[in-house]
């Protein structure tokens, strides 16, 4: 009987698992990096949900007497715009910025509470916000809802899981008749 559970609970829970927003991406993202501050636009995004058009990403601000630093306007759907601010940021030392927005309300049904924008750049960049950056440059920008683990479970993972059970059971039963 408790097989029986575990197999109902595996298959409820590839039932419930729901995936959040879309990704959205552009390969020729401009970004402008000058003395602590940040121009990031990408006019021609892709979403890989047809649901869910999107027209234009800025991201503007940085260090030098914004407060919050970083503020993000997307504009999605039928003229709908969402506007995040944030002062989370991080550089990988070498080719990839990253930039962490809380979301709520109207905006976080649709991409999740916690979106992540990044922009991974052809060249090394020695400090992006630096006093002596001085960076114009393209990247390949993708936002992603933060909370999505790095690599999906598979929604075939489940029912895996339970055919192994269930020949282990059937292999244990014939064992001991």
């Given at each position: 009987?408790?097989?029986l559970s575990l197999i109902a609970a595996l298959f409820l829970?590839?039932?419930?698992?729901?995936?959040?927003?879309?990704?959205?991406?552009?390969?020729?993202?401009?970004?402008?990096?000058?003395?602590?501050d940040i121009v990031a636009e990408?006019?021609?995004?892709l979403s890989d949900d047809p649901a869910l058009p999107v027209g234009y990403v800025g991201l503007f601000g940085g260090l030098t007497g914004?407060?919050?630093?970083?503020?993000?306007?997307l504009d999605y759907g039928a003229g709908e715009t969402l506007f995040a601010e944030t002062n989370t940021w991080t550089f990988d030392g070498d080719r990839v910025l990253s930039f962490v927005f809380d979301l709520a309300d109207e905006a976080a049904a649709v991409f999740g509470d916690r979106l992540r924008i990044s922009f991974t750049f052809a060249e090394a960049l020695s400090d992006p916000f630096g006093a002596a950056a001085d960076y114009d440059r393209t990247a390949q920008m993708v936002i992603a809802d933060e909370n999505l683990p790095a690599v999906?479970?598979?929604?075939?993972?489940?029912?895996?899981?339970?055919?192994?059970?269930?020949?282990?059971?059937?292999?244990?039963?014939?064992a001991t008749a």
């Open positions: 009987m408790r097989f829970g590839a039932s419930l698992s729901t995936a959040h927003a879309a990704s959205i991406t552009d390969d020729a993202a401009t970004v402008t990096l000058w003395g602590g990408a006019a021609a995004p914004f407060d919050p630093a970083f503020a993000l306007s999906p479970l598979p929604g075939a993972l489940p029912l895996l899981a339970g055919a192994l059970a269930l020949t282990a059971a059937l292999r244990r039963r014939r």
